[in-house]
């Protein structure tokens, strides 16, 4: 799967960005649970917003926790954070080179990617 990034607060180089994320196959792999999440919410294609303008957090966390709430115990256990964490996390596990690593979840320094990495 590929996902364009055109801007963020957090590009050094201020180019853009293609993110590459592979199938793993485990229960874990996030292409799979992309899919999952697209079917679960009804979208009847890839496109999620019509409105050519950012969506704000707060609306992408609603839809999140509307998605997700009939499908989990406890919705609260989840969000942004958590699956960016878990996602540095199992990149780290799986030996993705430091530079990648940090090109590809824009992180600004060393120490801020570090942050996101939970010892396995």
Known sequence: MEIFIKSSKTDQYRD???IVIARTGTLLCPVKNLEKYI??????GFKVRSVNKPMSYSTLRDLFIKTFKPLVTDVRK???HSLRSGGA???ANKGVKDRM???HGRWASEKAK???VKDS
Do not use: V
Request: cysteine-free; hydrophobic content about 45%; proline content about 0%.
């Open 78 to 80: 989840y969000g942004f």
């Open 39 to 44: 079917q679960w919410a009804g979208f009847s």
């Open 16 to 18: 853009g960005a293609w």
């Open 114 to 116: 570090d942050g996101y």
């Open 101 to 103: 690593f940090k090109r």
């Open 89 to 91: 996390t199992a990149a």
